[in-house]
Structure formats: C-alpha cells, structure tokens
C-alpha cells in the first residue's frame, strides 16, 4: 500500500529533480532485446517450426482460452476462438515483427480480432464493419515525443499518494517499484517478467491516470 | 500544421475498444478517431501492451486435457501457411477519398472500405449524407455540412458522436477541427454549425434518432429520417 509517509522517504536521497528525471523518461532507445515468445515465433516464420510453434501453444492457448471464456461465457465459443486465433499465429507467423512489440501483444490481438468477428458473424451481415477495419495492422507515422513523458515534478508531491490505490494494480505495481523502489524499467521488466515495452506502457497509462486524478482534484 | 486533437474519447472507451467489446459502430468511430489523434495512438498502444500482459500473466489450471490440445495442435501445424508472396506491406495505411458538392475529402483508414460502397449522397439545403453499410440497427454515416450552415437544433435520444473528418464545425460547447470527437449524450441539446468561410464533412454515429426541438423545426421532424 502506498501512503504518503512512504513517498516521502525517499525525498533526502537525491536531489528530487535530478532523480525524477532518471526515472521518468520514458525514452525509445530501441531496445530490441528479444524474449524466447519472440524467438520461438520467428523461428516459426522462418523454418515452420513445429517444435517451436508446440512451446507457443502450450503456453498461449491455454491463456486464450481462460479470455475467451471470460468474453464469451462458454467453453465451446472459448475453444473456437483459440484454435481460429493460434491457427492465424501458425500461418501469418511472417507478418509478426518483433520491433513493432512483443509476441504476446501480437497474440492479443489476434484473438481479439477473431473474437470480434465471430460475434458479428453470428447477425451475418457480408458489408459490416469488421476487425479489419476497426484495428489498424501497422504503423502511424512515428510522432515527436510529446512532453507527456515530462510533466514530472507533480508526480512525487504528496498530493498524488492518495491517487495511487486507485490505479489499477497492475499499473500500481510497476510505478511503485519504479518511483518508491527506485528500480530501472529493466529490472521491473526482469521481475514482473513482462516486456519492457509494457513497463513502458504501463507507466504511460498510470500518468495520465494520475494526471486526469489531479486535474480533477483542482477544477 | 496539423489541428492539435483537443477532444478524445477518453481512457474507459479506449479500454473498451482495445478489448473488443464496444459496439461495432462506436468502435469504428474511435477507431477513425485514432487514425487522426497520435495521442490516442500512443494510448492505444499502451492499452494494447498493458492487456496483453494481463491475458499472459493470469493463472491457468493445469487441468487434464492433453488429448484435447494435442489434437488442435496437430491439427494446426499440418495446415499450410501463407505463402510469402501474399504477404503484402501492410504497414501504411490506405489512403481513400469522398467526393461531395464537388470537393473531394481524404478520409481515414478505418473508413476507407466501407466507405467504397456507402450509399449515394442525399442533400438538404446545405446538408448532405451518406450512410455506410453497416448492420441493421446502426447509423453511421458520412454528414457533410456547407459553409455557413446551421443544423436544426436538436436533441437525441441516444448516443451520438461526431467525428470532424475535414474542415470545422461549431456549437454551443466550443469549436471542433479535424480528428475533434464530439459525443452528445441525450440530455445534450446543441445546434451544430459551420463558419462562414468553412465547410465541413463528419463521421456521424447515432445510436438512436434524433429529434428536432425549436419551433418551427418541430414540423421538420420527418427530418430526422434524413439524417438517421
């Protein structure tokens, strides 16, 4: 639990700005450090790998599963989806791209889209807005860095301590190892075992999360 | 110079639309939205990061169906895979264009396909529309409103959102440019218009019809059947 007594331990450590600085830039320096979901999926695009498709599955669909229970309410549904969606990752492997985002992400949201496309067929409309449309399979031209990733010197004053137990937990977690434990992305990458795109990802959202709590308290 | 994005739909619809689970009309309009906002881009990627960890990190019970994943799995990897050749470059997006009162509008990337087969153009003094081929039960279509036009006020009564796809357009609340979504819920009353020197074309969903209040405007209520 985070409590204003908490944020405030830290505060003698190093001066606050030069510290808030460390941890708050949220920079794409391109580390292309890739996972074994990245590699095991190249080497499916690459080679049609079963053994390395196999360890894919077996870990991913059984995850998939558990989603498509959770969105659809039934196993049968459930199970559709997951052979639709890791039949897609099996033949589009090719088009996966390990430095546009990780391999869970990609899987994501290929379930997703299935999902979402077995929900409309059901109503059996041929020229109905479909996946396709609705989720863009590429890139948006690369944009400057938005000061988004700088307002900081908010972030440590005690008037957002409060805010921080109505984060969700997930995003809780990494920004109090990262802000309270002082710990690189990479660090809480390697401990949370998530991608280090998602720390960043993370952060980003409980910034706005915080930012939009803040704005609210003052208007 | 790009308009600055002023108005978003906001984090819990961008979650929804993340998940899958916003309805597909209103999906497609934060979808266009997103097309034109890099701020939103950039949520929607961190949106799509942070769920697709969520549906990695969960607990799975190793229950006992071996037999039954073995069979997808070997029923998977001896389907064939796409051939190299059609994998195409997807990453830019298409571009597609509308044509109307003889100016023709760049549209976004989500609207590029349905809008190849929308419905032919109805116009109404300075109004005109073309719905897009969507399920039954929803509305969605292209408004495109002349300069120096006024929509009738109204109020609606359900949902609607407009997305400004070029141009300007203006009500009570403030002023919209392109990438600008506007949501109106049915408390909202709002007269839209244009300036004098500036037209405008919108994306418009409706949940629901709309219904015209102010006086004479009442008898133009079969109005509504124009625009829903």
Known sequence: MLETTVLKRHHDALPKQKRISQRMTINSENETRTGQ???????????????????????????LRAFGIKMFGNEQQAMEMVQDAMLNVWRKARLFDASRGCASTW????????????????????????????????DYPEQES??????????????????????????????????????????????????????????????DRLRGALDDTRS | MTHAVKFHPGLMLLEQYVEGTLSADVALAVSAHIDLCPHCQQLNNDITNDQAAVLTEQQVSGRNDEQEWNQMLDFITNQPVLAASVITDTKAAPVASVTVNGKTFQIPRALARL????????????????????????????????????????????????????????????????????????????TPRTLADEDCLCLSVLSAPLKFKKGLTRLLNPLQQFFY
């Open chain 2, 115 to 190: 809008a190849e087969n929308q419905n032919k153009w109805l116009h109404l003094g300075g109004i005109a529309t073309a719905k897009l081929p969507t399920a039954e039960k929803q509305h969605v279509s292209l408004l495109y409103i002349d300069k120096g036009t006024e929509v009738p006020n109204h109020t609606h009564l359900g949902l609607e959102m407009t997305l400004v796809l070029a141009g300007r357009i203006v009500d009570e609340n403030g002023e919209y440019g392109v990438g600008d979504l506007l949501i109106n819920s049915p408390e909202d009353t709002h």
């Open chain 1, 37 to 63: 979901w990245e590699d095991a999926l190249t080497l499916v695009a690459l080679n049609q790998d079963k053994a390395a498709y196999a360890e894919l599955f077996r870990y991913f669909a059984p995850r």
């Open chain 1, 107 to 138: 899987i994501f949201t290929i379930a997703r889209n299935v999902r979402f496309d077995m929900l409309r067929k059901k109503q059996s409309r041929k020229d109905d807005i479909s996946a396709d449309d609705l989720w863009f399979d590429g």
């Open chain 1, 146 to 207: 938005n000061s988004s990733d700088h307002w900081d010197t908010m972030l440590m004053s005690e008037k957002l301590a409060p805010h921080f137990d109505a984060l969700p937990p997930a995003q809780r977690m990494v920004m109090q190892k990262v802000y309270l434990e002082e710990k690189s992305h990479q660090e809480v990458s390697d401990e949370l075992a998530i991608p280090l795109g998602t720390v960043k990802s993370r952060i980003r959202l409980a910034l």
